[in-house]
């Protein structure tokens, strides 16, 4: 995962959490390490939410034959223990075919803890859009203005709804979280104000170039997108989550989804859930897209979402499809701090990790994690040897 690929989600300042114990929400991506491992599981008990409610079944994992990979490290040889204690990994999990390889967790979290998952949510929210045009609710050559008139006029006036689920609205915009003047720092800085403060920011942009022809990571839009859906549906993004996947694909547990000064979820950030939904979310993708018995994600879509659709600025084998980032062999949705699914289509296999890093992003911390990811999947599939997954 490279720096562009995991950038924060706008993150709204609220009013700090009444519980001594807990982080304050306007500090998250400073928290120390001590309150990362307290806030992440605790998310819905800091930032306001809309709760994702699963349904009266629950999806089994069963076990399949354990695997135990060790990591070449410096010149040692390391367990997974040794690796999650190094990198901070909150937990862990390997399926092949839908069994349980290996699961294992750390820095106190237990398994009925959920984890925020950072931008991991703009593949779920991919998964929505799908969802929507399957209820023949949404094109993916609607305009966005049809949905968010409030933005005619402005560079958002043109753009489509499979654009914005490329990143490739050709919108102007700056995603640093370390620049006070950053589009996403003021964002952030208009936070719970009066009126509509993401509306308002992306009205203010400028156009940098022809929709549909060049990538450009952008948060905002990605919250953009999940207005567009929740009204194209009539439903917020939560309760639709709750009826097109978490109640007929069987999660275990209720998420929740932070919301805005407006009620609406940050559709590119902040979905809490356990480490085995984690999972289900790679295996409903691998799946086909299915749940309940029906046809939730149509399969073309869902094909053209985990699949090369716009190239990006990182290096190759690389590639962006909606929302899902692409490599020669695997797919992944991902968050800064370490949060990743990554899908092995051809081998079945899912490789969930959630992680407390001390630094959003780093070329090291990525390298640790594609060495465990790379470790895991030729545990899983001895057959198959890895490639780097992008």
């Not at 966005?144 to 609205?169: H, W």
């Not at 190759?316 to 797919?331: C, Q, T, V």
Request: glycine content about 10%.
């Amino acid at each position: 995962m490279r720096l562009a690929a995991v950038t924060a989600a706008l993150l709204l300042a609220v009013p700090a959490a009444a519980d001594p114990a807990l982080p304050s929400a306007s500090s998250m991506l400073t928290w120390t390490p001590e309150q990362q491992a307290i806030g992440y599981r605790s998310v819905e008990r800091i930032f306001p939410h809309h709760v994702v409610k699963r349904g009266a079944t629950v999806r089994p994992l069963p076990a399949g034959t354990p695997i135990d990979p060790t990591l070449p490290v410096a010149g040692h040889t390391w367990t997974v223990e040794q690796w999650m204690q190094a990198y901070r990994v909150s937990g862990v999990i390997v399926l092949r075919d839908g069994k349980v390889l290996l699961e294992r967790y750390g820095l106190g979290r237990r398994p009925d803890d959920t984890w925020t998952s950072f931008s991991v949510a703009k593949s779920v929210t991919a998964l929505l859009a799908g969802a929507a045009i399957g209820d023949g609710k949404l094109r993916l050559d609607d305009p966005v203005v049809r949905f968010v008139p409030e933005l005619a006029g402005s560079a958002y006036d043109g753009v489509t709804v499979g654009q914005l689920l490329t990143m490739s609205s050709g919108v102007a915009w700056t995603e640093d979280y370390t620049d006070p003047d950053s589009d996403n720092s003021r964002l952030s800085r208009a936070g719970f104000g009066s009126g509509d403060a993401l509306i308002g920011a992306l009205k203010a942009l400028p156009r940098a170039h022809s929709p549909g022809t060049v990538w450009h990571y952008n948060t905002a839009e990605t919250h953009l997108a999940g207005a567009v859906i929740a009204r194209a549906v009539g439903m917020s993004l939560a309760d639709y989550l709750s009826a097109k996947i978490w109640r007929p694909y069987g999660m275990e547990h209720d998420a929740a989804w932070i919301i805005d000064g407006q009620g609406r979820e940050a559709a590119g950030c902040c979905l809490s859930m356990t480490l085995r939904d984690y999972a289900r979310v790679g295996q409903f993708v691998l799946d086909g897209g299915r749940a309940g018995g029906k046809q939730v994600v149509p399969a073309d879509y869902l094909a053209a979402a985990t699949s090369v659709r716009i190239a990006n600025d990182q290096p190759p084998p690389s590639g962006y499809g909606y929302f899902w980032w692409i490599g020669p062999r695997a797919f992944e949705a991902s968050g800064i701090f370490g949060q990743s699914i990554l899908v092995y289509p051809r081998e079945q296999i899912v490789i969930a990790v959630n992680s407390a890093w001390p630094r959003p992003v780093g070329a090291d911390l990525f390298a640790a994690l594609h060495l465990f990811d790379g470790a895991a999947h030729d545990a899983a599939a001895p057959d198959a040897p890895a490639t780097l997954h992008r």
